[in-house]
């Protein structure tokens, strides 16, 4: 739901209120606003996902058609950061929805609700009719909020954080892992995620699904192969086909998103996106084969991030590497960008470490070369500990 560069999200709405045919001028525009009165607005803009959730429900229900809800772009309002608007809403977010009473609501999820309870007279429901699917269409909705919305940005934001992770690399593995989690949950029998019934489930599920189709074959690395099958696995590939071709309401939320996100292709927005546009091409090194380990070395300490090794020619009686079991085109140093700041700090805390661990209380030297000047000879950024003798100074 955070605003991502508003300059993209100008795209024109379709207009969401048909009026009906009258006599004249006059009373066609009198018409038109007794009905804007009595009809709620929706402010959104098409690119937004978790405004598509809102915009799915309502265009199957055809709120849109009979004039009960309009849709307008923030800038209506002045914009999301303008005074008007975080009055109506403080967090500055998509979508807002104001009521015809001037009652404001917001967060995709209150809003959808509300519009699923207030028109529910109007088919069809989004409420399955068992207890068993209701409760597994709420745990669902909640899923894909909680975990795969919260981090959503790695798949398109410039730089880090996304959510809790500084990571690119581990917010896309967790989203990955968080779409697994809710593939296993889909009915077996379908078509929608719960049964034969559509819910809230697969409004809030399907425009953040718009978006990973689009955004996730842009991460693949060299050597990969994009698979639907294996990004979101066999029953929400299933789902996804039914959804893009036989519920209309899904198809017009499909058009709106792809129509923004391809804006977005063609301003450039992920050429500089490490993992996307920005990927390291540069040739593996032996680094790559001690991770691997095709190649023995004598491992000091290792994790999730990063390996710790002896030196094969060591500049003193202690001499350790720690380097990154991903390099992400840290090839240098200088070749870091933000995206690599979790990185840099880890593999200096970890030299950190195990340079006390080896030495105590006796002093190490930290060390990166840059560059082939400098005497660095594998191009896999790699910080050396060096101690167990005085140093002099100046190095060199």
């Known amino acids: 739901q955070a605003p991502v560069f508003l300059s993209v999200l100008q795209a024109s709405v379709r207009p969401t209120v048909r009026l009906p045919k009258v006599?004249?001028?006059?009373?066609?525009?009198?018409?038109?606003?007794?009905?804007?009165?009595?009809?709620?607005?929706?402010?959104?803009?098409?690119?937004?996902?978790?405004?598509?959730?809102?915009?799915?429900?309502?265009?199957?229900?055809?709120?849109?058609?009979?004039?009960?809800?309009?849709?307008?772009?923030?800038?209506?309002?002045?914009?999301?950061?303008?005074?008007?608007?975080?009055?109506?809403?403080?967090?500055?977010?998509?979508?807002?929805?104001?009521?015809?009473?001037?009652?404001?609501?917001?967060?995709?999820?209150?809003?959808?609700?509300?519009?699923?309870?207030?028109?529910?007279?109007?088919?069809?429901?989004?409420?399955?009719?068992?207890?068993?699917?209701?409760a597994l269409?709420?745990?669902?909705?909640?899923?894909?909020?909680v975990y795969i919305v919260a981090i959503q940005a790695c798949m398109y934001k410039a730089v880090p954080p996304f959510g809790t992770f500084q990571s690119r690399w581990e917010a896309l593995a967790e989203l990955r892992k968080q779409v697994r989690v809710i593939h296993d949950l889909v009915s077996e029998e379908g078509p929608y995620l719960t049964g034969a019934e559509i819910g809230h489930s697969d409004a809030a599920l399907f425009p953040t699904m718009v978006f990973m189709q689009h955004m996730l074959p842009k991460f693949m690395q060299p050597g990969w192969d994009w698979s639907e099958e294996e990004a979101f696995g066999p029953k929400l590939v299933r789902w996804w086909r039914h959804?893009?071709?036989?519920?209309?309401?899904?198809?017009?939320?499909?058009?709106?998103?792809?129509?923004?996100?391809?804006?977005?292709?063609?301003s450039g927005r992920w050429d500089t996106i490490p993992l996307a546009g920005r990927k390291d091409l540069a040739d593996p090194t032996i680094f790559d084969k001690i991770i691997s380990k095709e190649i023995p070395s004598d491992i000091v300490y290792e994790d999730d991030r990063c390996l710790v090794f002896k030196d094969i020619n060591p500049a003193a009686p202690v001499h350790m590497l720690v380097i990154p079991k991903r390099r992400e085109g840290l090839t240098q140093l200088r070749n870091s960008v933000q995206d690599n700041e979790y990185m840099?700090?880890?593999?200096?805390?970890?030299?950190?470490?195990?340079?006390?661990?080896?030495?105590?209380?006796?002093?190490?030297?930290?060390?990166?070369?840059?560059?082939?000047?400098?005497?660095?000879?594998?191009?896999?950024l790699h910080v050396h500990v060096i101690g167990g003798r005085e140093m002099g100074w100046p190095p060199g």
């Open 243 to 266: 959804m893009t071709s036989s519920v209309p309401a899904a198809q017009r939320v499909f058009e709106e998103i792809d129509g923004a996100l391809k804006k977005w292709d063609a």
């Open 23 to 134: 006599g004249s001028h006059g009373s066609r525009e009198s018409s038109r606003l007794q009905r804007r009165a009595q009809a709620a607005t929706l402010y959104d803009m098409p690119v937004s996902n978790n405004g598509g959730r809102v915009r799915l429900i309502a265009y199957a229900k055809g709120l849109d058609e009979s004039g009960a809800l309009a849709i307008e772009a923030p800038s209506a309002l002045g914009g999301l950061k303008s005074e008007e608007y975080k009055a109506l809403n403080p967090q500055g977010k998509m979508p807002l929805m104001k009521l015809p009473g001037g009652q404001a609501i917001y967060e995709s999820d209150t809003i959808a609700r509300y519009v699923i309870d207030a028109f529910s007279d109007a088919s069809p429901s989004f409420v399955p009719s068992t207890s068993e699917a209701r």
């Open 344 to 380: 840099l700090g880890h593999l200096l805390r970890v030299a950190g470490e195990q340079g006390k661990a080896v030495l105590g209380d006796g002093g190490f030297r930290i060390v990166i070369n840059d560059g082939a000047d400098a005497g660095q000879t594998v191009f896999h």
């Open 137 to 145: 269409d709420n745990l669902i909705a909640r899923l894909h909020d």
